[in-house]
């Protein structure tokens, strides 16, 4: 094993480790919107965000759904991008004006993570056995030189 591969193993384990761990967070805050969607459309109602029915669904939907895929690999970029957008709406409607510290430290760093982990997520994913997870070997053809 070369010094690169052992690098790389190194580094898909532990995206690995960082999608399972922010996966988790985000069903485990998503899992309550689910079982209680009454609850959640009233809190976010009294938030002022619109169509709180809605959106606590599709909160739920999007907080379980993304987050479980990310843990496993599945359709990474469309989860990331999908678990960012939410906690951008979780800023702008419940911590705009807040200060970094004690404010809106955590939907920043959970949707910069969950971003990034969606377009970095490593070899140890679903997606690498789905046929947009594999590399194509493309025929190289020779470049002329100049």
Do not use: C
């Amino acid at each position: 094993m070369t010094e690169r591969s052992r690098i790389s193993g190194v580094g898909d384990a532990t995206t690995l480790l960082a999608r399972v761990a922010v996966g988790l967070v985000f069903v485990s805050h998503g899992w309550p919107k689910a079982t209680d969607p009454a609850g959640t459309a009233q809190g976010f109602a009294a938030l002022g965000i619109p169509f709180p029915q809605f959106s606590a669904l599709l909160g739920a939907f999007i907080e379980v759904g993304a987050g479980l895929a990310l843990i496993v690999g599945f359709a990474l970029p469309l989860a990331g991008l999908l678990l960012a957008f939410m906690m951008a709406n979780a800023y702008y409607f419940t911590h705009l004006g807040d200060p970094l510290v004690g404010g809106f430290e955590f939907p920043l760093v959970l949707g910069a993570t969950a971003l990034a982990l969606g377009f970095a997520g490593g070899r140890y994913s679903l997606d690498r056995l789905m046929p947009w997870g594999r590399s194509h070997s493309r025929t190289s053809e020779p470049v002329p030189a100049a």
